[in-house]
């Protein structure tokens, strides 16, 4: 056997559609845009301002009003939030003014952190700071909405059963991951208001790209069997998940 026969054999035959996809690879500087536009909308104000620095970008982020999100997402994510409140009032009232669902949610999450201070000490004091809270910001408000009213009874049912005996739906609300939800609520309301975008732009491409392997494959289009794309964590020795290194600064440039 010759040895171009065996250097032939040895090399796999690439597949038409990765050839594609290397001649329609996106730009550095599309790329960077991509980047800088997650880290502006995730909220990684010092990562952005060293990324425009780096990639020579010269839309700089404003810092003041990345940190002002940031401070208003840990604030709900670690339970404070009345502080969050005061702080999305500051930055602009009209946020929660012209959004009722969203300043529900906000004081429904507040009343959650109060009961859950009961869960803790059931004194009297701290059951009827819940109960206040409940009657004097939350009724008025469930009055007006069927829904309002149906969230309002089911947060005060904490109140009544004793945590081993909540149903599924109720064990929901006492748990972390209802503060991420409210804070990503939080979160695109502010970019909404200050005419942004809600999303990073990777986030919708990549809910757009596992779209269209799946219709791909349910319509038997010729595609690989095992699409390796870095989006999909392929190369995680190189790169951490969210594209950025150990310093937390973007890596392509």
Not at 163 to 171: E, H, I, K, R, W
Not at 192 to 209: F, H, L, P, T, Y
Request: include cysteine; glycine fraction near 4%; hydrophobic fraction near 35%.
């Amino acid at each position: 056997m010759s040895t171009s026969t065996v250097s032939a054999a040895a090399t796999p035959t690439r597949h038409p559609f990765e050839r594609r996809v290397e001649e329609n690879k996106p730009s550095k500087t599309d790329i960077n845009t991509v980047i800088m536009d997650y880290l502006i909308k995730e909220g990684y104000p010092d990562s952005a301002r060293k990324f425009a620095m780096e990639a020579n970008i010269k839309q700089k982020p404003d810092d003041e009003s990345i940190r002002t999100r940031v401070e208003i997402k840990h604030a709900i994510q670690s339970g404070n939030i009345q502080s969050a409140i005061e702080k999305i009032n500051e930055l602009n009232p009209e946020i929660l003014d012209l959004d009722s669902t969203l300043h529900f949610a906000l004081l429904r999450l507040q009343l959650i952190e109060l009961i859950r201070d009961c869960s803790s000490d059931a004194s009297p004091e701290n059951v009827s700071q819940a109960i206040t809270f409940a009657t004097q910001q939350l009724s008025p408000r469930a009055s007006t909405s069927k829904a309002f009213l149906e969230d309002l009874q089911q947060t005060m049912a904490l109140l009544v059963y004793p945590g081993d005996t909540l149903t599924p739906q109720m064990s929901e609300l006492l748990k972390p991951s209802l503060r991420g939800e409210v804070a990503d609520r939080v979160n695109q309301a502010i970019l909404r208001r200050q005419g942004q975008s809600v999303e990073a732009k990777i986030k919708e491409w990549v809910r757009a790209r596992a779209w269209a392997e799946k219709e791909a494959r349910a319509s038997h289009k010729d595609v690989p069997a095992n699409l390796k794309l870095v989006l999909d964590g392929d190369d995680e020795d190189e790169e951490s998940d969210d594209g950025m290194n150990g310093n937390g600064d973007a890596m392509i440039t």
